[in-house]
Each structure stands twice: as structure tokens, then as C-alpha cells.
């Protein structure tokens, strides 16, 4: 069955620079979630978009932005980039549906690593 | 106080074992609950949702209870494979999903 595809698996930037992480969720997916994972910590949820609109934000950072396009797919977009964005991004998506459901798991993706030196 | 808690252990355990695993939340809203594992440096797989009744799924049960605003994962007979990280996660709107921080299982030889 497909799965969540993040691109790129691996980025290496330099402080100041710009990041932009890629999200490719489950085909009929409509709901695609980020979260940023740093070492030893839990994911911390970062933003979701429901059907292409935002539909919930959490702890995202102003220099950060997100959007998702005509053809299901989100972007992660990472500026001025800091030491402590050096975490593992994973992107998630789940099945909502018209009518929303509360029990639709969050499937993952195999997440990015980003380190910022 | 963070709306997920759960003991981050580690939790040592010899094979064959049975061990089970708490997970508090604040938010009396939540609507639902799942259980996951996370190897290192992985992405979290689902292990499974929660239902209010209760659900098994092998060796493996969780249990809600709302009223005190807690989830339980169960392991029975626990293999060597089990060793990972379980992250509760709770949903507490339409969207957001909040995963605890995690606790840690070594099943021991």
C-alpha cells in the first residue's frame, strides 16, 4: 500500500539559510499534519491542513510556513534557519472524510532530517 | 503541566514478560486515542487505536478510562522485537494530534 513520501530524506543548511521540505500523503488522504522531532524529544505538532485550507496550528515558529496544493501535496517552508531547527520533520496524513472523523489514525511518513550547522 | 504525560522509563523487561504502560491527559475534550511505537530514529507506526470499550490486538490491549483521563497499553509475552519507544497520542479537536513523550521498552534476553 502507498505510503507518506517526505522528500528530502537528508538536508544539511547553514545558519540564515532557507529549507523547503516536501509531502506527498496517502492517495484519498485529505488531511496532511507536520511535526518537528528533536533528539530525545516527543513530536511536537507544528500545523495541519484539512481538504488544502489550514485547520490547526501549533508551536510553528514565524519563520516557518506551510501550504498545501491542488494535488494533496504540502510544503514546509523553513527561513532564516537557526541551530535548534536541527530536528527530524515528519509529515503525517489521515482520512478526515466529509463528515470528520475523530478516529482516523496519523499515518507517517519517513521524515526529514535537517541539520542546521 | 503538558496536556500528554507518560513515564518515559526506560522500562526493562525480560522476555515473556507482561508490561503495561499509562498515559495521562488533560483535556477532558479529547476525543481520541491511539497508541504508537517509535524505533530510533524512525517515523511513529500506529499500534493501535483506542476505543472506549477496550481493544486487543494479539499480545497487545488498550484501554480508556475518561473519567480519570488516562490510556493503558498492555503487552503480554513480550518478545525481543518489542523494544522501542510507545508514544500515546490524543486528539483533542477536529485536527490537532498530541503525542506524549514517550516511554521506553527494553525486553531483555
Known amino acids: 500500500a502507498a505510503g507518506v513520501i517526505q522528500s528530502p530524506r537528508h538536508l544539511i543548511k547553514e545558519k540564515r539559510e532557507t529549507a523547503t521540505l516536501k509531502c506527498y500523503p496517502i492517495p484519498r488522504h485529505d488531511t496532511v499534519y507536520w511535526y518537528q522531532q528533536g533528539p530525545g524529544q516527543d513530536p511536537q505538532f507544528l500545523i495541519s491542513?484539512?481538504?488544502?485550507?489550514?485547520?490547526d496550528k501549533g508551536s510553528i515558529p514565524d519563520r516557518f510556513s506551510a501550504q498545501q496544493f491542488s494535488d494533496y501535496h504540502s510544503e514546509l517552508n523553513m527561513s532564516s534557519l537557526e541551530l535548534g531547527d536541527s530536528a527530524l520533520y515528519f509529515c503525517?496524513?489521515?482520512?478526515?472524510?466529509?463528515?470528520?472523523?475523530?478516529?482516523?489514525?496519523?499515518?507517517f511518513g519517513n521524515g526529514t532530517r535537517l541539520t542546521v550547522t | 503541566r503538558k496536556e500528554v504525560e507518560q513515564d518515559p522509563g526506560p522500562f526493562n523487561v525480560p522476555e515473556g514478560a507482561t508490561v503495561a504502560f499509562n498515559c495521562t491527559y488533560s483535556?477532558?475534550?479529547?476525543?481520541?486515542f491511539f497508541w504508537y511505537r517509535q524505533d530510533c530514529r524512525k517515523e511513529p507506526k500506529l499500534l493501535m487505536s483506542?476505543?472506549?470499550s477496550g481493544n486487543e490486538d494479539g499480545r497487545f490491549t488498550a484501554q480508556l478510562n475518561r473519567a480519570s483521563q488516562y490510556i493503558s497499553l498492555l503487552i503480554r509475552d513480550s518478545k525481543l522485537s518489542d523494544s522501542a519507544t510507545y508514544l500515546c497520542a490524543v486528539r483533542e479537536g477536529y485536527q490537532k494530534v498530541t503525542f506524549g513523550t514517550g516511554t521506553k521498552l527494553q525486553v531483555i534476553p
Open positions: 491542513f484539512y481538504e488544502k485550507m489550514q485547520s
Open positions: 483535556n477532558s475534550a479529547s476525543q481520541s
Open positions: 483506542v476505543y472506549s
Open positions: 503525517a496524513s489521515s482520512l478526515a472524510g466529509t463528515g470528520g472523523s475523530y478516529n482516523s489514525p496519523l499515518h
